[in-house]
């Protein structure tokens, strides 16, 4: 996750004009961190569906999910999609305060919904789901817990560009720090449609 | 001359640099939102309707359709260079095709059906 | 973007909007560190060149750590019931020895190369991100001293490379030594992924003038293919380490079998990881190879576009092939079948490269050099362990071979002979570009002869025991089931612990030859292009200047260098020389590029690596560190986001006066 | 030039060493040999494996041989600037596609006998293998064909050596109870791994009575080198007395022996609570149960009942016969073989230096987990035997009684 961090925004610059490809090295390097993160959030998902059923003691998932309250946050997380692309819509017409109007919506609605994950997780535990309870237990919390820090993370990049962007400290191209945190933001996002599907609505 | 060497591949010399302001209007942004919405209501009616062998089917497609219309509109694959649409769905694919490999070595499908 | 490749690249307008930042402003905590000749210069330093450099010590340091523990397995075992070593130190040795070899060694010894040579070979002036890659490098380095520390603080990791579970958990083994396995590969990994993601975007996007894929150096495409199997198999076993890490640490349940885990999952995360891993030490080799055999046959690389083609395939193909190393782990026939078809197709794009490089040299101008011999050593050698390899993908032959010393000169022939033979080649044939001296050639030759016989006696029996039924990772050998006569375990058992001293001493020599070339008066200063090379990185100054070029060349041809210095007779078709890599060299400077900017060096890099240790030792031992190294993390990242990749213009001094670059505008030490 | 001889000291090497590979084949004596089936399963792969490598051989030959004369033909003896030539497609697609031919032809007979190592409709004895750190354990259970034909009545267990029939199809169910270990007789069948919480079945046939040597090949932890078996193959009258002798009802030592009769007792105070003996009582009179305590990892050991049927001991990594005996069984002819196997261990040919190191302190001769002044590090839990701190005439009480253990 370190990486992450870095490979957005700061070395950034001038690559657009002068590449083999006519592309941007950060966007590139994006694009890759993401493919190689669908091997990581791949093989936590297969642990996942690997040892859903294999319970020894505690609940059952079916036992415990609470449909409803995950599909409200589950359309949180979505809308915040919407919310960031406004916000690199608006970083691409140089509109600063839009951006940072809509990179702040998005990064509360990240944080609404890691709240949820917190508040789930609280209840999970108090319903006798704890990390070492059963397999269930280890990899639901471990699958739900990597994506859940992978949007703290997020939340954290959109904080700091808000931050940067309102006291001018972006080098280089602002719209394309925009689009880069964007990009990750989204793929969390569109990790978490997978998650909910395989997870939360097919039982075991 | 190596006249035999000098194949041109797909990624060489994308035109120039594109428009700044490429994808879709806020407006059209708004709209597929609202169809993701739709799809995911859908899929949590699932929760409370029957859909008997249509299950698994329905949240499969649903799934796939979500996941791609957030990558090709939100994430811009659909107006960026087909590199980088390369780049991602490589390892996206990649992942499915290796763990399901190694899912179905457990029997994980069969214990299903 | 790092690094400032064009002449006109303005610092303060970008994307068309005038951008209000001072960077010399920005920084965070630290004065943006200034160049020097001294030892500060190598910590802070972001230059491609610096660092494959550095990448090369450390990873040779640890190839003589890794090496040291292979002779004591071999001493343990010269005799029966060996008594060298006991068994817990033995299983730390073997675990060690494997780990130290492929993470330690040769991982980033390619990386070293590849960090090196490939902007040189795509005539660019740096790598994309040139901080992540000094970043990278400090990965690895803390990474592996963390791994190592663990003999020191109650014993290493003992559960042989590849780590199966359950026998991982705590349970049983109760030392530390996984923890530190665990978290020293998964910060090394972190080095990995980051040089991925730098050295695909560098090899894409920072490609000289004219240069399009089909004319990259072939070492180039084997480093690109590398880069994209790291990129997909890092996060594979990063999920495996987490996985560990937690049952370990949190007491998780993945591995633990009474609560239903099943510990096929971990050889299966293992290995899908794995077996591309393989391939991760091999393409280099590969690669470098494949510049020189043409080099010293004279000729071009046999199929260019094909042998590129089969490493993309053997890249492609190497990941459905995971599960041969799992043919007794009970997968059931129908997998088993599919896996052992697969391995077997895989045979076919490496026999297409060994097939290019022998048509490479046929009809050739051979010349033997000592890059050149090692070159076609590895070609034999790897063959034989190619051979053994397809051996092993018959599955029912392979429930007899597996885990058994058959095995182990299978992997070894293809390591060393293959992977290692690799590296030495390039050794001596990248020396004089690098160091400006040319490794002594006579005592290459011994260092050569000495590590093949050496190799072959040192594996080669293992053939035998394997077949004989000497089953691996034992930390002694029984008399009673050596058998008697020709091929009596006792008598090759002692052929391949003395066959490892004869290599050892092979080693030794390289080391030897490095010291009596920079030290002995009479090895001259290297000729610019001393074996007539083909390629870019021959067509710039020994070493090159920081800066790589003074003008970045246009690139008309495959093997451009060599196209400058040759041409051919419309009518007779006779190749003759038209230039000496002098001549060509002083054209290209005679126009240098204005106005290059390099990266400004940095503390970020190793500051953030240095968390990661930290961050592990904390896990192990107490949760305080562990948040001193969480503190590091987040402060670190934060100074490293406000300070700018590239000095502002007026950080830089004037250029030197009377330095050869003219009115190039040199990196100059700044405040 | 010299440099042509060079080459040839390289090739020559290498085509040596293939052709031991291919010779090894022919080697006699090594108990473990991969490439001398004594049994249909092993036969069927090494029928698969010779033609593979030999093979493997030509092709390696062809390519040493093509290298050589490369080496030898071009070198440079001042000839011109060769041609700059690209490669020749049809030369490449040719050379591309013979790999592809041979590679099927290896592949079809792989495949159809992966199949055939797999079938298990026509198995006529089942025997459970359980893998624990460091010994295997052998159940035979008194179900179908074990009871009906062969005459198990009652379950035997028993540990190190596995004891089947000649010409036999014999289904060994194969699990673990700690970590993963590998089930390996060479001679009659390749490895199986042994899974905790899985069951692998593996066939096992040997066509002739014999003892075959294998190891554990799946790393286990500190002893894996220390974890062996051996697989005994009866004639099928043999295995009947062999059978009858298992299922023998237990008796104490008889009165004259008295040191056996103390070491009964101590037995029962020292030993009994890991080791099981079948129909040692208690002084109370109710049956003894080995029972061993929360802190044994996978709370097993080997049980002893007819301990001296069986000729080693301890993952068979040391004899209960000493060297004269055991060659005589080890080197008897198929004939004698049987015979010589059931007279099992009598006093005259008992080794006695190592059992007495191994009641002494186990764990210095086989490195285990049950050294006391480790036990921290296990959370107290330990595996293996422990140094129980037995004097010396506690030893020869307890020898003089496991010798009436047959
Ligand atoms: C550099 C690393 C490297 C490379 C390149 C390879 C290459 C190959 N390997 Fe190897 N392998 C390892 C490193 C490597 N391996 C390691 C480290 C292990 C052990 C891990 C452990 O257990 O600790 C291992 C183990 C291993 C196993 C598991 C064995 C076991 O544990 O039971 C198998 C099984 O199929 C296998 C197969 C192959 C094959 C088919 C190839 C092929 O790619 C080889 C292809 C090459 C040739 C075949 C030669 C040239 C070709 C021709 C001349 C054409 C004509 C040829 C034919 C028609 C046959 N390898
Ligand atoms: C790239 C990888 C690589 C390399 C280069 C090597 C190199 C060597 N290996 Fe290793 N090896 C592995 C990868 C590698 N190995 C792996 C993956 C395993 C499996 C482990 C497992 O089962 O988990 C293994 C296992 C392994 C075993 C089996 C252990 C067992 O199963 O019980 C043995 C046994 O002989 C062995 C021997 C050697 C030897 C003698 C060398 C020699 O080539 C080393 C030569 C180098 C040197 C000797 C260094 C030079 C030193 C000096 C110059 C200093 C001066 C010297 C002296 C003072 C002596 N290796
Ligand atoms: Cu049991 Cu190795
Ligand atoms: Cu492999």
């Known amino acids: ?150 949007v703290s993370v997020g939340i954290i990049m959109l904080m700091a560009l808000v931050g940067m962007i309102s006291r001018n400290r972006i080098p280089g191209n602002k719209a394309e720090a925009v689009e880069m945190v964007g990009l990750y933001w989204h793929f969390v996002d569109v990790v978490w449609i997978v998650i909910f599907t395989l997870v939360y609505l097919i039982p075991a | 001359m190596s006249t035999a060497t000098e194949h041109n591949t797909s990624t060489e010399h994308a035109d120039g640099h594109a428009d700044e302001h490429h994808g879709a209007s806020d407006k059209q942004y708004i709209v597929i939102a609202l169809i993701l919405a739709a799809l995911t209501a859908i899929e949590v009616s699932t929760y409370y309707i029957d859909f008997g062998p249509l299950f698994m089917p329905t949240l499969f497609v649903l799934m796939t359709v979500k996941f791609i219309v957030v990558a090709s509109y939100f994430m811009h694959l659909k107006f960026d260079n087909k590199l980088f649409s390369y780049l991602f769905y490589t390892g996206l694919i990649l992942a499915v095709l290796v763990y399901a490999g190694a899912l179905s070595t457990f029997k994980f499908f069969l214990q299903k059906g | 973007m790092a690094i400032i490749e064009r002449p006109s690249s303005e610092v303060a307008v970008a994307g068309g909007a005038t951008v209000g930042v001072k960077p010399s402003e920005a920084l965070g905590v ?65 675990t060690m020895h494997a780990t130290t070899m492929v993470f ?111 004319r990259m150096p072939i070492f180039t495409w084997m480093v690109l293919v590398v880069q994209f199997l790291l990129l997909f198999a890092i996060p594979v076993i990063t999920v495996a380490l987490f996985l560990l890490t937690f049952q370990r640490s949190f007491d998780a349940t993945f591995f633990d079998v009474a609560s239903g885990a099943d510990p096929l999952l971990w050889q299966h995360l293992f290995w899908i990881f794995g077996h591309p891993e393989v391939y991760i030490l091999i393409l280099p080799s590969f690669g470098i190879v494949s510049e020189i055999l043409p080099v010293f046959s004279k000729k071009p690389l046999f199929g260019y576009p094909i042998v590129a083609m089969s490493g993309a395939a053997i890249g492609f193909v190497g990941w459905g092939v995971w599960a041969h190393h799992m043919f007794a782990s009970g997968l059931g026939p129908v997998s088993v079948t599919v896996f052992s078809l697969a391995t077997m197709a895989i045979a076919v794009p490496t026999g297409v490269k060994i097939v290019n490089w022998v048509m490479t040299m046929w009809g050739g101008k051979l010349s033997f050099t000592v890059p050149m011999l090692f070159s076609i050593a590895l070609v034999v050698q790897f063959t034989i362990g190619g051979l053994s390899g397809v051996t092993h993908a018959v599955a029912p032959s392979d429930t007899q071979q597996t885990d058994t010393y058959y095995i182990v000169a ?225 402060l670190t990242m934060f100074g490293w986001a406000m300070e700018p990749s590239t000095a502002a213009d007026d950080d830089f001094d004037p250029p030197a006066p009377g330095d050869g670059g003219g009115h190039t505008k040199e990196l100059a030490p700044l405040g | 030039m010299k440099s042509s001889r060079r080459w040839s000291n390289i090739v020559k090497p290498v085509v040596a060493v293939s052709s031991l590979v291919a010779l090894a084949g022919c080697a006699k004596d090594a108990p473990q040999d991969t490439w001398q089936p004594a049994g249909p399963n092993a036969k069927m792969i090494d029928d698969l494996q010779r033609p593979i490598f030999y093979i493997a051989g030509i092709v390696g030959v062809i390519v040493f041989a093509a290298v050589a004369w490369a080496v030898f033909r071009f070198r440079d003896r001042g000839q011109a600037m060769p041609e700059q030539t690209h490669g020749k497609p049809a030369l490449e697609i040719t050379l591309t596609v013979i790999p592809v031919l041979i590679l099927i032809g ?215 016969l000493t060297p004269e005996c055991r060659d005589d069984v080890w080197n008897a002819t198929s004939e004698e073989f049987g015979e010589k196997y059931l007279a099992g261990v009598s006093e005259d040919c008992l080794n006695q230096k190592d059992l007495r190191e191994w009641l002494r302190n186990a764990p210095e001769k086989k490195p285990m987990y049950a050294d006391p002044t480790k036990l921290a590090d296990t959370g107290g839990k330990y595996r293996g035997m422990p140094a129980l701190g037995l004097t010396e005439d506690q030893i020869n009480a307890l020898v003089a009684y496991l010798l009436e253990l047959k």
């Open chain 3, 410 to 634: 299978h992997f070894h022939y293809v390591l060393f002979g293959g992977a290692i033979f690799g590296l030495f080649a390039g050794f001596y044939y990248w020396w004089p570009k690098m160091f400006r001296k040319q490794l002594s050639e006579s005592l290459g030759r011994w260092n050569f002869w000495l590590m093949v016989i050496g190799m072959n006696m040192t594996f080669g029996p293992m053939h035998m025991l394997g077949l004989q039924g000497q089953p691996r990772r034992m930390a002694v050998w029984t008399e009673a089931r050596a058998g008697e006569g020709f091929f009596n375990l006792g008598f090759w058992n002692r052929i391949s612990s003395i066959g490892s001293l004869v290599l050892s001493l092979g080693v030794l020599l390289f080391i030897i030859n490095i010291v009596y070339t920079h030290k002995s008066k009479k090895v001259a200063i290297a000729p610019l292009d001393p074996w007539d090379g083909r390629t870019l990185e021959w067509m710039t100054d020994s070493p090159p200047k920081e800066h790589n070029f003074d003008s970045i060349p246009t690139i008309n041809n495959l093997d451009e260098f060599f196209h400058r210095k040759y041409a051919q007779d419309a009518t007779t078709h006779e190749i003759t020389q038209v230039a000496t890599a002098e001549e060509v060299l002083a054209e290209m400077n005679a126009h240098p590029d204005e106005h290059i900017h390099m990266p400004s060096r940095s503390y970020w890099p190793i500051l953030l690596a240095l968390a990661l240790p930290v961050i592990g030792y904390g896990l192990i031992y107490n949760r305080v560190i562990l948040a001193v190294g969480v503190a590091m993390i987040v």
């Open chain 1, 1 to 150: 996750m370190a990486d992450t961090a870095i490979s957005h925004g700061h070395d950034s610059g001038h690559g657009a004009h002068v590449t083999s490809t006519g592309l941007s090295n950060n966007k590139m390097a994006m694009w890759m961190f993401l493919g190689s993160e669908c091997l990581l959030f791949g093989g936590l998902i297969s642990t996942y569906m690997l040892y859903k059923g294999r319970v020894n003691s505690g609940p059952q998932p079916d036992q415990i999910f609470d449909i409803p309250f995950t599909s409200v946050s589950s359309f949180v997380l979505l809308m915040s999609s919407l919310t960031m692309v406004l916000a690199v819509s608006a970083a691409q017409r140089k509109d600063d305060r839009n951006t940072n109007l809509w990179l702040t919506i998005t990064a509360l609605l990240g944080a609404m919904f890691v709240g949820g994950q917190v508040y789930e997780f609280t209840a999970f535990y108090r319903e006798g789901l704890g990390f070492t309870t059963s397999l269930f237990g280890s990899s639901f919390y471990t699958l739900t817990g990597f994506h859940g820090v992978h």
């Open chain 3, 30 to 94: 630290f004065k943006r560190p200034a160049a020097s000749t001294s030892w500060r210069d190598w910590i802070v330093t972001v230059d491609h060149k610096k660092l494959g450099i550095m990448y090369g010590v450390a990873a040779f340091f640890f190839f003589i750590v890794g090496g040291l523990e292979a002779v004591l397995i071999r001493l343990q075992l010269i005799a029966p019931d060996g008594k060298v070593l006991n068994a817990d130190q033995y299983n730390q040795m073997f």
């Open chain 3, 104 to 214: 330690l060694f040769v991982m980033p010894m390619a990386a070293a190369f590849a960090n090196y040579f490939v902007p040189l070979q795509i005539g660019a002036r740096d790598v994309a991100f040139p901080r992540i890659n000094a970043f990278g490098f400090w990965c690895f380095l803390f990474g592996g001293i963390f791994l190592n520390t663990s003999w020191f603080l109650g014993g290493a990791a003992d559960g042989g490379w590849f780590m199966y579970a359950p026998n991982s958990s705590t349970l049983f083994s109760p030392s530390h030594g996984i923890d530190f396995w665990s978290m020293g590969l998964q910060i090394t990994g972190i080095a990995s992924l980051t040089g991925a993601i730098n050295l695909i975007v560098t090899i894409l996007n920072m490609r000289a003038p004219g240069m399009k894929m089909m």
């Open chain 4, 106 to 320: 290896v592949g079809i007979p792989t495949v159809g006998t992966i199949f055939d190592l797999a079938k298990t409709d026509d198995t006529e004895m089942t025997i459970n293998v359980t893998g624990q750190q460091w010994w295997w354990e052998y159940d035979y259970p008194a179900v179908g064909d074990n009871a009906q034909v062969y005459g198990i009545s009652e379950p035997i267990v028993t540990s190190g050596q596995l004891v089947i029939p000649e010409d036999t199809k014999v289904l060994l169910r194969v699990t673990s109870r700690d970590v993963i270990h590998s089930y390996w007789i060479p001679k009659l069948n390749g490895k199986k791994d042994s899974v905790p919480g899985r069951v692998h079945l593996l066939r096992m046939e040997g066509s002739e009575p014999g003892i075959y040597a294998g190891q554990c090949t799946e790393f286990c932890g500190l002893s894996h080198a220390y974890m062996r078996m051996e697989a005994v193959v009866l004639s099928k009258a043999d295995y009947a007395t062999w059978v009858a002798n298992q299922l023998e009802p237990y008796t104490s030592p008889s009165a004259d022996n008295a040191l056996a009769l103390e070491g009964e007792k101590l037995y029962l105070q020292q030993c009994a609570r890991c080791h099981q003996v079948n129909g040692l009582l208690n002084p109370d009179g109710t049956p003894n149960v080995a029972a061993p305590d929360q802190y044994v990892v996978s709370g097993a050991a080997p049980n002893l009942t007819n301990l001296m049927t069986r000729n080693t001991f301890a993952g068979a990594s040391w004899d209960l």
